[in-house]
């Protein structure tokens, strides 16, 4: 996924614009054919019909998921999201004297739900198990192995984003809402940090 697949026209209006605030950049969107299609504590996902790529706008300063896309971008996997381009904006907090930056990210677009059902409650069981047994190292939710050879590789992504690879400052924030599915068929983790 490249940003260019955007209409290239918004892409650099909305990559040299000077924003403050997310209003601004939602009603930019919203005035040139685009809609939600997610919305999160921090942040709103934005495409236009037909399109297969998104815009990822925050409307606050979230680090944590600034640190996740550094990962996206240098960790491959299947069960990660494509980012493109992430650029910051400063915005303006009425009683804060500290800089602050929210962001908007150009990436691929998503879906929110799994074609298969079964696979999909398969999926969120098995990250709720691994959310309650951390800290138990020798301990396998027996999910795990189904997981494993359905989609090799995302049970180790998963323990690696849930330990080694998030950063200290920012919580453990991986549920089934922060699971996506590329074609409707392979999880994708896209917000598994808080902070």
Known sequence: ????????KHAKHLSKNKWTV????????????YDTIGQGSFSSIWTKPNSNSAIKVSRVSDRCWLSFAE????????????ISRVIKYQIKLPESTIEQFAFIAFMEKLNPRADDSKLQSLVYKFLELERISRGYEDYQPEESGLIE???????????????????????????????????GKTPVIVDPWAG
């Open 71 to 82: 990962l996206c971008k240098t960790r491959k996997s299947p069960y990660l999201p494509k």
């Open 1 to 8: 996924m490249r940003v260019n697949e955007l209409d290239l």
């Open 149 to 183: 050879k359905t989609w090799p590789g995302f049970v180790g992504l998963v323990q690696y984003i849930n330990s080694k690879g998030r950063p200290k400052s920012c919580a453990n924030d991986l549920t089934d809402k922060n699971i996506c599915w590329r074609n």
């Open 22 to 33: 997310s209003s601004e950049i939602w009603d930019y969107l919203r005035n040139n054919g």
